[in-house]
């Protein structure tokens, strides 16, 4: 009897691992694992940083080589082309420089306006018409090859296209995407104050209540229309609003757009007057800017 009794206390015992040495190194294997996962993301995210920079820096120094070069041959084309007995010829010369040096000084931008080169080929243009004598041709002649010299290094380098050049990028554009992520939550000018008011610091329903007068469901109609399209973010349960990567990059492009087409009467007018669409926008992401 006492034996069937030590049985079923056997049988009854709860089971021990029969290595618990095992199970520990396993545990170990498994933390080791994840901070190797932890360690390889910062690392990457280092890597592309450092690469980032190196990048940069590169290109600041490649381009102030070619710089170097253009202001070269601006100098060396002008004294070997350009007529030698004339009475205009330094000041022709003067004007030819400074308006060639101002154009290659556009190589250091990461992008050259159409509108830039336009307004340097129209000048030079404009003076061919005024030159007073015919032997300015020759002058003339040796500007032109010189500007056309820099336009098409700066096409090389991919930092200047003219509009034809653009169609094939354009026309990848998808209209309802671009209707219904971007243009439709910002169309309305509450929506568009409220995402403004985020762009550097996160706000509240009240904040956002005493900004556009709204109150309740017609305030929160108009929250939840950004947030759906993922414009702005909530940071917690009945928290404050903050601003998305994608919110910012939209809020951005706007400002960009109206300060390109910023001209008398070319925006929207009320009451007979220009309203800005876009104020005091950022050209730089805030840190507090949240991730989408």
Request: aromatic share 4%.
């Amino acid at each position: 009897m006492k034996n069937n009794d030590k049985g079923r206390n056997c049988l009854q015992a709860p089971e021990t691992p029969e290595h618990p040495e095992i199970a520990e190194i396993q545990a170990i294997k498994a933390k080791l694992s994840e901070m190797h996962s932890d360690i390889k993301k910062v690392m990457e995210y280092s890597n592309r940083l450092h690469l980032e920079s190196a990048l940069a820096s590169s290109r600041t120094e490649y381009s102030n080589i070619l710089l170097g070069h253009l202001l070269e041959d601006i100098e060396t084309g002008l004294d070997r082309s350009m007529v030698k007995k004339c009475p205009e010829k330094e000041n022709c010369r003067a004007a030819f420089t400074g308006l060639l040096q101002k154009n290659a000084g556009m190589i250091k931008e990461k992008h050259v306006d159409e509108a830039a080169i336009s307004k340097t080929g129209k000048k030079i243009e404009e003076m061919r018409q005024k030159a007073p004598y015919g032997k300015c041709d020759r002058c003339f002649s040796e500007v032109s090859t010189l500007f056309l010299k820099q336009v098409s290094l700066m096409r090389s380098m991919r930092i200047y296209a003219v509009n034809q050049e653009q169609k094939e990028d354009i026309s990848a554009l998808e209209t309802v995407p671009v209707v219904n992520e971007i243009l439709e939550p910002v169309a309305n000018s509450q929506r568009l104050e409220i995402l403004k008011a985020v762009a550097f610091e996160a706000r509240s329903f009240s904040g956002f209540s005493e900004l556009t007068g709204l109150r309740g469901g017609n305030l929160l109609f108009h929250l939840q229309k950004l947030l759906d399209s993922e414009l702005i973010m909530q940071q917690h349960e009945r928290g404050d609003y903050m601003i998305t990567e994608k919110g910012f990059k939209i809020l951005k492009g706007l400002n960009e757009i109206y300060s390109a087409l910023q001209a008398p009467g070319a925006l929207a007018k009320h009451a007979g007057k220009t309203e800005p669409v876009v104020s005091a926008v950022p050209t730089e992401t805030p840190a507090s800017v949240g991730n989408e």
